[in-house]
């Protein structure tokens, strides 16, 4: 086990892609195994003192900077298990600190399709199970809640809990559990969730998985060490594509009629972030004032896939001039790098700025979407911010990132950014569809659930972890 207390080289754990500042801490503890990791728990545990999981800190809200306490880092439980291949499908085990794009790799290679892989590919499998991660090909594969399949976790006290989908289950919204000697009782929240992609508090439903809770639970409830994922087969081939438009409207229904489709993603990006796009790669129609990038899987040949969206998009007025396709790995790679592009630009421009991003990560039911979108028109019109807006039409779920040059443009965005959630929540949205809550949405989940809602979550986490001591801090106070 390595233990830190470099100050130089504590300074890289006091950060994550939310420009959070003001984090300390005076040791960064990093275990080799799972034995290590369980007896650096034991030993916090009864010294109360608190314990921040950092994974590879790609995430987007502050989860993973402490504020006081250790940092147990998961860089070192990064070993790969078995990947097997069966006639359909598959499954892989790997622990908690494999980064997202070796594990995409080595399962390709052995014909397993990884899609649950949030846009950044340096995050850790136990970061993306952490938060539910969902990335573009969410859209037909869903969240990383799907593919999982068993967890390790460690509780708070120590004890190592190996979870199986299906070997415990809730009955209405009261969990029973035995493990080791000790007796779990955990009544679950009495909230309903939004219907739409969610990764704000702590998963609950009637007669739920035990499982669930410890996904999406942001480093409150248990260190997830290792998991077993179910995966479904390799396509053949994946088709890219991006469609510009003249106008947004135009985008936006060939986005609905493209989701009906059944493609993999369905992405927007709005003419900022295509401005962006024009600087680093050129050949971006000089009309375009939108972009909708989608993905397919070629499952027989790549003709029928081809005229399916020729058709598609030839309905929509959209000429051969305006798009780009591609259909080898290698172009459909450059192409995820462009879409890769525009949300990295983004922290790299806010960093630059040396003011934090203002961003959004809701979901509305999809029913709801024009009203959302008119949201976003309206205000950001109306606010004169330097602003891009872009991500997964297809599941409802924008992003508006405001990037403020001063402090009253920040206030402003702020004041804005609250309009947007309240918005969301009143259309039957979520407050955070894929990046959690972490420390800088607390106030959000309040308006999600409400004063109870939050208070119940609580009693869950002090089911678990009675000395209060993972993840202080992040979904409540
Ligand atoms: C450019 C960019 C694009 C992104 N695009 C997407 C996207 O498309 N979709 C998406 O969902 N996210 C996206 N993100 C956010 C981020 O990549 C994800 O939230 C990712 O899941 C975080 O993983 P991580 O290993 O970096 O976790 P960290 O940032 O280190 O931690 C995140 C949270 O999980 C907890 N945690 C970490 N590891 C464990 C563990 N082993 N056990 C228990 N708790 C743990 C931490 O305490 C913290 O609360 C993006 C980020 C960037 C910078």
Redesign the pocket.
């Known amino acids: 086990m390595l233990v830190k207390k470099d100050p130089s080289f504590l300074l890289s754990y006091l950060e994550?892609?939310s420009n959070l500042k003001g984090g300390y801490t005076d040791r960064v503890v990093i275990p080799e195994n799972v034995r290590e990791l369980a007896s650096v728990l034991k030993e916090a545990n009864s010294g109360k003192i608190p314990v921040?999981?950092?994974?590879?800190?790609?995430?987007?809200?502050g989860?993973?900077i402490p504020f006081g306490g250790i940092v147990l880092s998961?860089e070192k439980l990064n070993a790969m298990g078995e990947i097997k291949k069966l006639e359909k499908g598959g499954s892989v085990r790997a622990e908690?600190?494999v980064i997202?794009k070796d594990l995409k790799e080595s399962c390709e290679r052995k014909g397993l399709f990884y899609t649950y892989d949030?846009?950044?590919q340096?995050?850790?499998?136990?970061?993306?199970?952490?938060?539910?991660?969902?990335?573009?090909r969410?859209f037909r594969y869903g969240p990383?809640r799907r593919c999982v399949k068993a967890l390790t976790?460690v509780l708070a006290s120590g004890e190592i809990l190996k979870l199986e989908r299906g070997a415990v289950k809730a009955k209405g919204r009261v969990i029973d559990f035995e493990s080791g000697n000790k007796c779990y009782k955990i009544e679950l929240p009495a909230y309903k969730m939004p219907g739409t992609k969610n990764?704000a508090g702590y998963y609950v439903e009637d007669n739920m998985d035990l499982i669930d809770l410890f996904i999406g639970?942001?480093?409150?409830l248990?260190?997830?060490?290792e998991a077993e994922l179910e995966l479904p087969d390799k396509p053949k081939g994946i088709f890219a594509c991006f469609a510009f438009f003249e106008k947004d409207n135009d985008a936006w229904n060939f986005a609905a009629c493209a989701g009906r489709a059944g493609p993999l993603s369905v992405e927007y990006f709005d003419a900022n972030c295509l401005r962006l796009l024009q600087h680093k790669y050129g050949n971006v129609p000089l009309v375009a004032r939108a972009a909708i990038f989608f993905e397919d899987e070629i499952t027989l040949s790549e003709d029928s896939v081809l005229k399916k969206w020729d058709a598609l998009l030839s309905r929509h007025d959209v000429s051969q001039d305006n798009t780009w396709v591609a259909t080898s790995e290698n172009m459909c790679r450059q192409f995820l790098e462009k879409r890769?592009y525009i949300?990295?630009e983004?922290?790299d421009m806010a960093r630059r700025t040396g003011f934090p991003k203002v961003s959004t990560d809701l979901a509305v039911p999809r029913k709801n979407l024009s009203d959302m979108l008119k949201c976003y028109s309206d205000g950001l019109g109306r606010s004169g911010l330097r602003h891009f807006v872009f991500?997964?039409i297809g599941d409802a779920h924008l992003h508006v990132n405001m990037l403020p040059s001063g402090k009253n443009d920040y206030n402003r965005a702020k004041s804005l950014q609250l309009d947007f959630v309240k918005k969301s929540v009143s259309l039957g949205g979520t407050v955070s569809a894929?990046?959690?809550i972490?420390k800088t949405k607390k106030e959000f989940l309040k308006l999600l659930y409400g004063e109870e809602g939050v208070k119940e979550m609580k009693k869950v986490k002090l089911a678990l972890d009675p000395n209060f001591i993972l993840?202080i801090g992040?979904l409540f106070d």
Do not use: K, W, Y
Request: proline share 3%; aromatic share 2%.
């Open positions: 994550d892609s921040t999981i950092s994974g590879a800190g790609t995430g987007q809200a989860g993973r998961l908690a600190g997202i949030p846009t950044e340096a995050a850790f499998l136990g970061g993306t199970i952490a938060t539910n991660a969902q990335g573009a969410a990383t976790v990764s639970q942001e480093g409150t248990g260190v997830i060490a890769r949300p990295e983004m922290n991500g997964h894929e990046h959690g972490g993840g992040n």
